[in-house]
Nanobody
Framework: QVQVVESGGGLVQPGGSLRLSCAASGTMFAIPTMAWFRQAPGKQRELVAA???????NYADSVKGRFTISRDNTKNTVHLQMISLKPEDAAVYYC???????????WGQGTPVPVSS
C-alpha cells in the first residue's frame, strides 16, 4: 500500500502565491508518475500538472506560466508552486501517485485552496 499526504493548502488572496507539497510513503513499486488534480464545487476533478519519473512535465492550459510542479525522488515528494492565483483556481487539490506499468494509482485526501479577498 502507498499512503499519500498533501499539505500546504490554505486561504490565499487573488494574486497571491502558495506552495503545495505531497509525500508518498509505503511500498513503492517503482518511481511513480506524480500529479496534482483539483476539484472545485460542482465541477469534475481535473488534472493540473503532472511529472513523470524522468522529470517530464505537463500542465493544464489554465495554469501554464503560473504553476510549477517539481519532485524529489529521494524523498518521494512532489510540490506545486502556484503564483498569481485567481479566484478560479479555488478548489480542493489532490495528489495522485501513479504506477502506470502496474495500473495502480493512489490518492491523497486533498488540501483545500480557497482564493478570496
Amino acid at each position: 500500500q502507498v499512503q499519500v499526504v498533501e499539505s500546504g493548502g490554505g486561504l490565499v488572496q487573488p494574486g497571491g502565491s502558495l506552495r503545495l507539497s505531497c509525500a508518498a510513503s509505503g511500498t513503492m513499486f517503482a518511481i511513480p508518475t506524480m500529479a496534482w488534480f483539483r476539484q472545485a464545487p460542482g465541477k469534475q476533478r481535473e488534472l493540473v500538472a503532472a511529472i513523470t519519473s524522468g522529470g517530464s512535465t505537463n500542465y493544464a492550459d489554465s495554469v501554464k506560466g503560473r504553476f510549477t510542479i517539481s519532485r524529489d525522488n529521494t524523498k518521494n515528494t512532489v510540490h506545486l508552486q502556484m503564483i498569481s492565483l485567481k479566484p478560479e483556481d479555488a478548489a480542493v487539490y489532490y495528489c495522485r501517485v501513479h504506477f502506470p506499468q502496474y495500473g495502480l494509482a493512489y490518492w491523497g485526501q486533498g488540501t483545500p485552496v480557497p482564493v478570496s479577498s
